[in-house]
């Protein structure tokens, strides 16, 4: 029963190296999102996974972000050649299939990336 | 663009107090309003939403005012407690996209409740 769970909470690394962000959904939830929240600012929506349907890559800030999603459990998100404007916390959140798709959406407590 | 604009950034309100938080959209294919309020460190949280269809939702304490024709939103916080100190993100949604579009946020309001 448990919520959204992702790892690592926190992260540091240097600028050119690669990081991995983990996001475990609610069992059942066909849906996931992930954001990235800049400080003081509002989640901005990166990518979408339905079900096993290819995602659409187009709101992910560049080339050197990617993301996968196996089957309709864990999602990773993966940064290439961190930039400091990287720096944010990513949110991940899940969605039942019940109801109206991608309203009620639950979040994670986000992993905190700083590049030094 | 910012389609989603969010004010204020900040309010200090002192207990019992009635604070109010407004959100303006631009994109009139948005059909889902929710709320959002997020602690320190933690993710945010699903509050309150709204539907264009009615004009007001009242949950408990938390009320949402939606006008339409204007393309505004509002929040609104009845007898405020220092509990409610959070940040508060209005959000909306396109839903006949199937929820791919993802929501799209305001900037936040950072809400101090003063005891």
């Known amino acids: 029963g448990a919520g959204v769970s992702q790892s690592p909470s926190n992260k540091v690394t240097e600028k050119g190296k690669d990081v991995e962000l983990r996001c475990d959904p609610i069992?059942?939830?066909?849906?996931l999102y992930w954001y990235r929240q800049r400080l003081g600012q509002g989640l901005e929506f990166l990518i979408y996974f339905q079900g096993n349907s290819a995602p659409d890559k187009s709101g992910l800030p560049s080339d050197r972000f990617s993301a996968e999603r196996t089957g309709e459990s864990v999602s990773t998100l993966t940064i290439q050649r961190t930039q400091q404007e990287d720096s944010a916390v990513y949110l991940c959140?899940?969605?039942?299939?019940?109801?109206?798709?991608?309203?009620?959406?639950?979040f994670g407590p986000g992993t905190r990336l700083l590049v030094l | 663009q910012q389609q989603v604009k969010q004010s204020p950034q900040s309010l200090i309100v002192q207990k019992g107090g009635i604070p109010i938080i407004n959100c303006a959209y631009e994109?009139?294919?948005?059909?889902?309003f929710p709320w959002y309020q997020q602690f320190p460190g933690k993710g945010p949280a699903l509050l309150i939403a709204?539907?264009?269809?009615?004009s007001e939702k009242k949950e408990g304490r938390f009320t949402i005012s939606f006008n339409k024709s204007a393309k505004q939103f509002s929040l609104h916080i009845m007898d405020s407690q220092p509990g409610d100190s959070a940040t508060y993100f209005c959000a909306a949604l396109r839903s006949s996209g199937g929820g791919a579009d993802g929501l799209t946020f305001g900037k936040g309001t950072h809400l101090i409740i003063q005891p």
């Open positions: 994109n009139t294919a948005f059909d889902y």
């Open positions: 959140a899940s969605s039942p299939t019940s109801g109206r798709a991608g309203e009620t959406q639950y």
């Open positions: 709204i539907r264009p269809d009615v």
């Open positions: 069992s059942g939830h066909t849906a």
